[in-house]
């Protein structure tokens, strides 16, 4: 948070895998000041983001935690909106002889518009 702080002038996004769930010190830490864009766009909704323990199983394998993000930053006196935020690779795709996940964890893709 300190190096986000204190570097660049303009709004941030901070992204990957946290390794926390959401209610971790640590997150909690992160969204006192910065925007959980997958919650601030889908309140009601798990997120789970890992894992996928072995890669070659079907789409009924179950994702069992979220500890992926993807955080805005946000400038003061500068607006935002999250437009949208979702998982994606969220499912495996059919190889000769079985499945295949893309990554033990699923993506997010989300969209955000930053007034000027």
Same mark, same amino acid.
Request: glycine share 10%; proline share 5%.
């Given at each position: 948070? *300190?190096?986000? =702080?204190?570097?660049?002038?303009?709004?941030?996004?901070? *992204?990957?895998?946290?390794?926390?769930? !959401?209610?971790? +010190? $640590?997150?909690? *830490?992160?969204? %006192?000041?910065?925007?959980?864009?997958? /919650? &601030? &766009?889908?309140?009601? =909704?798990?997120?789970?983001?890992?894992?996928?323990?072995?890669?070659?199983?079907?789409?009924? !394998? *179950?994702? !069992?935690?979220?500890?992926?993000? #993807? @955080?805005? #930053? +946000?400038?003061?006196? $500068?607006?935002?909106?999250?437009?949208?935020?979702? /998982?994606?690779? =969220?499912?495996? @795709? $059919?190889?000769?002889?079985?499945?295949?996940?893309?990554? %033990?964890?699923?993506?997010?893709?989300? &969209?955000?518009?930053? !007034?000027?």
């Amino acid at each position: 948070m *300190a190096f986000v =702080d204190t570097t660049g002038s303009g709004p941030a996004i901070v *992204a990957g895998d946290f390794n926390a769930t !959401e209610d971790s +010190p $640590q997150v909690r *830490a992160l969204t %006192d000041k910065w925007v959980d864009t997958y /919650r &601030a &766009a889908n309140p009601g =909704d798990e997120g789970w983001t890992c894992c996928i323990d072995n890669l070659a199983r079907g789409p009924t !394998e *179950a994702m !069992e935690e979220r500890i992926d993000y #993807v @955080f805005l #930053v +946000p400038q003061a006196g $500068q607006g935002y909106k999250v437009r949208s935020a979702q /998982r994606v690779l =969220d499912q495996p @795709f $059919q190889v000769s002889g079985g499945w295949q996940w893309a990554s %033990d964890h699923v993506g997010l893709l989300t &969209a955000i518009e930053i !007034e000027q």
